[in-house]
């Protein structure tokens, strides 16, 4: 049996167990961890703000209104998603370095020695079926006795492979979400500042017809269109940092998935021997 250090305990390795909440499968993250991490991190942000002398940029996030509020605490969100995915996928690649395969000298996988790489799998790590890569030899290796033909073996590992290439996908199904709203909550902010900087001329429109105080408050208007704007630059240029570091995680998580399919490919199907290879269709 391995060494206590260097047996994969998922329970007690998995950042979300380790805070105390229920550690979401594979790299999947746990919303209500994620979130509460996000409003706390927000508050401590605003509360920094509060005790820095104000500036322009300070007054980005604190003077327009409602929506910089919500968009700081989205954008966070989803950092702390991208975060914990990323601590996530360092435990899963840790399967990877795992000895699955007895180490003997010509040592060949059949349904005689399945036993013993199925008992190895639970030495290596105390939950198999919270690792990507152990899952799927556990899955493969445990319909091999009903199975006839290394390539049915293989076909099982690809459908597997297949199916957590999809987990994988909806597994940024919210964060997704959290950037198509980034940006709709700067364009509502313009919007609202547009709105009342318009109205505010308006209303001076209807109450004078003094030149000197028209002019006044076309340049209220200007300054408003001006402020309104920065909302939406600000939801933009968050939405774009957000949407690098998901390609940056997304990719690093396709190439791990690629390193599954090829171990699965040396260590199992390459070591395969079975009674009834291609002996019928």
Same mark, same amino acid.
């Given at each position: 049996?391995?060494?206590?250090?260097?047996?994969?305990?998922?329970?007690?390795?998995?950042?979300?167990?380790?805070?105390?909440?229920?550690?979401?499968?594979?790299?999947?993250?746990?919303?209500?961890?994620?979130?509460?991490?996000?409003?706390?991190?927000?508050?401590?942000?605003?509360?920094?703000?509060?005790?820095?002398?104000?500036?322009?940029?300070?007054?980005?996030?604190?003077?327009?209104?409602?929506?910089?509020?919500?968009?700081?605490?989205?954008?966070?969100?989803?950092?702390?998603?991208?975060?914990?995915?990323?601590?996530?996928?360092?435990?899963?690649?840790?399967?990877?370095?795992?000895?699955?395969?007895?180490?003997?000298?010509?040592?060949?996988?059949?349904?005689?020695?399945?036993?013993?790489?199925?008992?190895?799998?639970?030495?290596?790590?105390?939950?198999?079926?919270?690792?990507?890569?152990?899952?799927?030899?556990?899955?493969?290796?445990?319909?091999?006795?009903?199975?006839?033909?290394?390539?049915?073996?293989?076909?099982?590992?690809?459908? %597997?492979?297949?199916?957590?290439?999809?987990?994988?996908?909806?597994?940024?199904?919210?964060?997704?979400?959290?950037?198509?709203?980034?940006?709709?909550?700067?364009?509502?902010?313009?919007?609202?500042?547009?709105?009342?900087?318009?109205?505010?001329?308006?209303?001076?429109?209807?109450?004078?017809?003094?030149?000197?105080?028209?002019?006044?408050?076309?340049?209220?208007?200007?300054?408003?269109?001006?402020?309104?704007?920065?909302?939406?630059?600000?939801?933009?240029?968050?939405?774009?940092?957000? %949407?690098?570091?998901?390609?940056?995680?997304?990719?690093?998580?396709?190439?791990?998935?690629?390193?599954?399919?090829?171990?699965?490919?040396?260590?199992?199907?390459?070591?395969?021997?079975?009674?009834?290879?291609?002996?019928?269709?």
């Amino acid at each position: 049996m391995p060494e206590p250090s260097s047996r994969l305990v998922w329970s007690l390795r998995d950042i979300e167990q380790r805070m105390g909440f229920r550690g979401s499968r594979f790299t999947r993250v746990n919303g209500l961890l994620s979130s509460l991490i996000a409003a706390a991190m927000t508050i401590a942000i605003y509360a920094t703000l509060m005790v820095v002398e104000p500036n322009v940029y300070t007054d980005m996030l604190t003077e327009r209104g409602f929506t910089p509020y919500v968009i700081v605490f989205f954008t966070i969100w989803s950092l702390v998603i991208l975060m914990i995915k990323l601590s996530k996928l360092r435990l899963q690649r840790r399967a990877l370095e795992l000895d699955l395969i007895p180490e003997e000298t010509g040592f060949v996988l059949s349904v005689a020695t399945v036993d013993r790489v199925m008992d190895r799998l639970f030495q290596v790590s105390d939950d198999p079926k919270s690792f990507v890569l152990l899952n799927r030899v556990h899955i493969a290796l445990s319909n091999l006795r009903n199975l006839g033909r290394v390539t049915d073996v293989g076909e099982i590992l690809r459908s %597997q492979a297949d199916h957590d290439e999809s987990t994988m996908e909806t597994s940024y199904n919210a964060i997704r979400g959290l950037v198509w709203a980034i940006p709709i909550l700067g364009f509502i902010g313009t919007v609202s500042g547009l709105s009342a900087a318009i109205g505010g001329f308006g209303k001076v429109l209807s109450e004078t017809d003094d030149p000197a105080q028209l002019i006044d408050a076309l340049k209220g208007v200007t300054g408003g269109l001006a402020t309104a704007f920065e909302t939406t630059l600000v939801a933009l240029v968050a939405a774009l940092a957000v %949407q690098m570091l998901i390609t940056f995680v997304k990719k690093r998580e396709e190439e791990f998935l690629d390193e599954c399919a090829e171990h699965c490919q040396r260590v199992i199907v390459n070591r395969l021997r079975l009674n009834q290879i291609e002996t019928s269709d």
